[in-house]
């Protein structure tokens, strides 16, 4: 049987899952208490039909380098090979596209992204797309907002998406 491995990473946001396959990161979880990291984790035994192993080195040494650089300030893109095994289809595509649409420091918003996509009118499909990314943070789907200026929904949460809008310079520091 194959394995993926897992740890738990301390950040501004609060605590977060990292998993990673053979192939490359495959899933970030957000408020990954004990409760959330246990669920998360037999969840993942199952679809990727891999064994957890607990590990903080191996395949998840650069995938936490690389996030510790980002929420202290040091980096502003990912380098890092991706699992796409827990998305696909249209989905895939726009979380394919965030990137190039909104790097660093930017946003976009849900229509623009569809229109970017070839599917003009699709933004509510495009919001589907950004509660399913299983890689938030690496693939930032925090830089998506409403047309109008909305904040727009979050997985993470809408605290946490103020807190990395305002990590990038996107939204001024919370001042308590």
Known sequence: MSTFEWDVLDTAVGPLLLAASGE???TVVFHADEAVRDRAV????DRLGAEPVH???GRLAEPIRQLRAYFGGGLREFDLPL?????????????GELTAA??????????????????????QA???????????VVVPCHRVVETDG??????GGRE????????????PEPLF
Do not use: H, I
């Not at 495009?126 to 938030?136: F, K, R, T, Y």
């Open 83 to 95: 699992d796409w095994s827990l998305s696909g289809g249209f989905n895939r595509q726009v979380l």
């Open 126 to 136: 495009v919001g589907a797309a950004m509660g399913s990314n299983p890689l938030p």
């Open 160 to 171: 946490t998406k103020r807190r990395l809008l305002a990590l990038e310079g996107v939204l």
């Open 150 to 155: 909305g904040l727009g929904g979050f997985g």
């Open 24 to 26: 490359g990161l495959v």
């Open 42 to 45: 037999a969840q993942l035994a």
């Open 55 to 57: 590990s903080g080195s």
């Open 102 to 123: 909104a790097p660093y420091g930017t946003v976009v918003g849900y229509g623009d992204l569809a229109a970017r996509v070839g599917q003009p009118g699709a933004a």
